[in-house]
C-alpha cells in the first residue's frame, strides 16, 4: 500500500515538472513572439531607418541582456549584472512614476532593455531627439509613435532629463 502511495507521488511530481517545464517553455517563446510582432510594426521605411541609426532593432527578448558591442557597452553590461547581484540595488535605482508606468515595460525597469531597445548610457540630449522624432513621425515606429501621441513636450523633456541620469545613477549604485 505504502509504496503504491510512494509510486503514484512520483508520478504526480514528474507529471507536475513536465508540465512546469511545458509552461516556462511556451512563455519564452511567447516573448520571443512578442519581441517579433513589435519589431516587425516598424514603419514602411525601417530599412532606411536602420541604416540612419546605428542601434539595431531587437528581434529577440532573450538576447538583449547579455547584447554589447562597445567597450562602453560592455562596462554598462557588467555594471547591470552588478545591480542585479547586490540585493537592495535594484531597490536603490529609484525611477519616476511616469517612467515605470509608461516604459520600463518594454525598456527594462533601468533602462536595460527587454522588448525595446537599452536606454541605458544615452543622453539626455539623444533621448529627447528620439523621442521628438517618434513623435512627429520623422522616425517611424507604430508603437513609440503610438505611445508618445498622448504625452506632452514637456513629459518628453522630463523623461529625457531622467533618462540621461540613467548612467551616472548605475554608476553609482554599484560603485
Ligand atoms: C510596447 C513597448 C515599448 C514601450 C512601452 C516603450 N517603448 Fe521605446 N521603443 C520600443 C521599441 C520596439 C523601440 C525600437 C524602435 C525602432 O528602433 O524603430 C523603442 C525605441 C525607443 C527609443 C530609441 C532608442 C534607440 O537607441 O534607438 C527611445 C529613446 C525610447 N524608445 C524611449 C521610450 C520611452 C521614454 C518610453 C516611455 C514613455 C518608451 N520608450 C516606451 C518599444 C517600447
Redesign the pocket.
Known sequence: MIKKIIALIAVLLAAWSYFMMFTSDMQVKKLDKIAKI??S??MED?KL??LQ?T?P??TSAVETVVQGTSTKDKEIEDKLRALKEKAGNIAAFNVSP??KK??????GNVGQGI?????MG?SSE??LK??QD?KNGN???Y??YG??GN?SDE??VE??KE?GTFQSKLDEATK
Open positions: 513589435i519589431s510594426t516598424a525601417k531607418n536602420s541609426n542601434q532593432v531587437q511616469l517612467y509608461s516604459c520600463s515595460s518594454c525598456h522588448i525595446g531597445p537599452k536606454l544615452l539623444t533621448v528620439d523621442l517618434f522616425r517611424k515606429n508603437v513609440m505611445l508618445l504625452m513629459q518628453l523623461l529625457s533618462i
